[in-house]
């Protein structure tokens, strides 16, 4: 694939000199987003506990939305008759919808697959659902997302290489049925990625790479990664696959993660990322410091004035103490969980500012090294 053959809606502004970093603008209907981004999860159209002003107040401009939630409740249809997934939650900025793949495939239980597509039943109500390539797509336009991304088989770990041989040439088809339907049905600016699979085997995932390329793609993913494997597989695979994704095309790395996580990925060449992290942390008390990360419900801070962070700026550390959070979680207070998860997401907003300045400046790998010193500490 050939950057000839891209569609120019991403461009490399700068590039680290000791890593394979890079800085970046891609552009969607709504707006561009400056690389590397995380983006916030909004499963149900709501990024839990966090106000769609209030994202935007902390910097974020491109936020993920889940199609097979939103499929099973309220339904793309509806949304799409209320004005669009932008609309209905009241949010200007980019979206990104994931394809429904992983939750169908946590499902494996009740879960069947064919070459068509996957069958299930709603968690809801029971009702049987046929979920394709096509119609993956479908809802993802119906909703308005702007990054519309393939339909794939999450391939879990571990899993035998015979089973992740046959997953893998199957999520290439479905990737390029994916493809043609949207292909069929958008001239609008809208943006259509790829997903790379392959497992933790590496000549697997080189042919994922080549198939999934030669379909040039707007964007390209990386997809199967931490879903249980032992770190070090991570890494290795990571280091494998970034660096050989075609650089014209923005490198998303799915469902990633932890701050040391993230900024392994950005030095290894990767530019997106989206994690429940930061809100599901923050609703059971956990919380992010550039010192140390703590438990908010521990004894040891029931009389502890400090804010979580003495070098955050967000609302949160303006004006509430750890003493206050310590308690609002020990009462089963909603407003605990609401005020740390805001914290979490500034803080991570506030990370992938540091990168992006550490890619500027050529600290990068300095930052790293302050970040693994940080995840040394256990919650």
């Given at each position: 694939?050939?950057?000839s053959?891209?569609?120019?809606?991403?461009?490399?502004?700068?590039?680290?000199?000791?890593?394979?970093?890079?800085?970046?603008?891609?552009?969607?209907?709504?707006?561009?987003?400056?690389?590397?981004?995380?983006?916030?999860?909004?499963?149900?159209?709501?990024?839990?506990?966090?106000?769609?002003?209030?994202?935007?107040?902390?910097?974020?401009?491109?936020?993920?939305?889940?199609t097979?939630?939103?499929?099973?409740?309220?339904?793309?249809?509806?949304?799409?008759k209320l004005?669009?997934?932008?609309?209905?939650?009241?949010?200007?900025?980019?979206?990104?919808?994931?394809?429904?793949?992983?939750?169908?495939?946590?499902?494996?239980?009740i879960?069947?697959?064919?070459?068509?597509?996957?069958?299930?039943?709603?968690?809801?109500?029971?009702?049987?659902?046929?979920?394709?390539?096509?119609?993956?797509v479908?809802?993802?336009?119906?909703?308005?997302?702007?990054?519309?991304?393939?339909?794939?088989?999450?391939?879990?770990?571990?899993?035998?290489?015979?089973?992740?041989?046959?997953?893998?040439?199957?999520?290439?088809?479905w990737?390029?049925?994916?493809?043609?339907?949207?292909?069929?049905?958008v001239?609008?600016?809208?943006l259509?990625?790829g997903?790379?699979?392959?497992?933790?085997?590496?000549?697997?995932?080189?042919?994922s790479m080549?198939?999934?390329?030669?379909?040039?793609?707007?964007?390209?993913?990386?997809?199967?990664?931490?879903?249980?494997?032992?770190?070090?597989?991570?890494?290795?695979?990571?280091?494998?696959?970034?660096?050989?994704?075609?650089?014209?095309?923005?490198?998303?790395?799915?469902?990633v993660?932890?701050?040391?996580?993230?900024?392994e990925?950005?030095?290894?060449?990767?530019?997106?990322?989206?994690?429940?992290i930061?809100?599901?942390?923050?609703?059971?008390?956990?919380?992010y410091?550039?010192?140390?990360?703590?438990?908010?419900?521990?004894?040891?801070?029931k009389?502890?004035?400090?804010?979580?962070?003495?070098?955050?700026r967000?609302?949160?550390?303006?004006?509430?103490?750890?003493?206050?959070?310590?308690?609002?979680?020990?009462?089963?207070?909603?407003?605990?969980p609401?005020?740390?998860?805001?914290h979490n997401?500034?803080?991570?907003?506030?990370?992938?500012?540091?990168?992006?300045?550490?890619i500027?400046?050529?600290?990068?790998?300095?930052?790293?090294?302050?970040?693994?010193?940080?995840?040394?500490?256990?919650?």
């Amino acid at each position: 694939m050939s950057e000839s053959n891209c569609r120019h809606v991403f461009e490399v502004i700068e590039r680290c000199s000791e890593t394979g970093a890079r800085r970046g603008r891609l552009t969607t209907p709504h707006g561009v987003i400056d690389t590397p981004v995380f983006m916030p999860v909004g499963t149900q159209g709501s990024v839990k506990t966090i106000s769609s002003e209030e994202l935007e107040g902390l910097g974020y401009r491109m936020i993920l939305g889940n199609t097979y939630h939103l499929h099973l409740r309220p339904g793309e249809q509806r949304i799409r008759k209320l004005g669009g997934l932008h609309r209905f939650m009241n949010w200007s900025h980019g979206i990104l919808t994931d394809s429904g793949g992983f939750q169908v495939f946590s499902l494996r239980d009740i879960t069947r697959i064919t070459e068509e597509g996957v069958a299930f039943r709603s968690y809801l109500d029971g009702r049987k659902i046929d979920l394709t390539p096509e119609r993956a797509v479908e809802i993802q336009l119906d909703l308005g997302s702007d990054i519309v991304m393939a339909f794939d088989e999450c391939i879990p770990y571990p899993a035998e290489e015979s089973y992740v041989r046959e997953a893998t040439r199957r999520s290439f088809r479905w990737t390029e049925r994916s493809s043609k339907a949207f292909r069929a049905q958008v001239d609008d600016g809208r943006l259509f990625f790829g997903i790379i699979q392959g497992g933790m085997i590496p000549h697997l995932r080189d042919e994922s790479m080549a198939a999934v390329h030669g379909l040039e793609p707007d964007g390209l993913a990386i997809g199967g990664l931490s879903v249980g494997e032992p770190k070090s597989m991570f890494r290795d695979i990571l280091a494998h696959t970034a660096p050989q994704l075609d650089p014209s095309r923005p490198r998303y790395l799915m469902g990633v993660g932890t701050p040391l996580d993230i900024i392994e990925a950005v030095i290894a060449g990767v530019d997106m990322f989206d994690c429940v992290i930061p809100t599901r942390l923050g609703r059971h008390a956990h919380v992010y410091t550039w010192e140390r990360k703590l438990n908010l419900v521990n004894a040891r801070f029931k009389e502890d004035l400090n804010p979580i962070d003495v070098t955050c700026r967000c609302s949160t550390c303006e004006g509430y103490s750890r003493a206050y959070l310590h308690h609002l979680f020990r009462a089963g207070e909603p407003l605990g969980p609401r005020l740390a998860s805001y914290h979490n997401l500034s803080h991570f907003q506030d990370l992938i500012v540091r990168i992006r300045a550490g890619i500027s400046e050529g600290n990068l790998l300095s930052l790293a090294a302050a970040i693994r010193n940080v995840t040394l500490e256990k919650l």
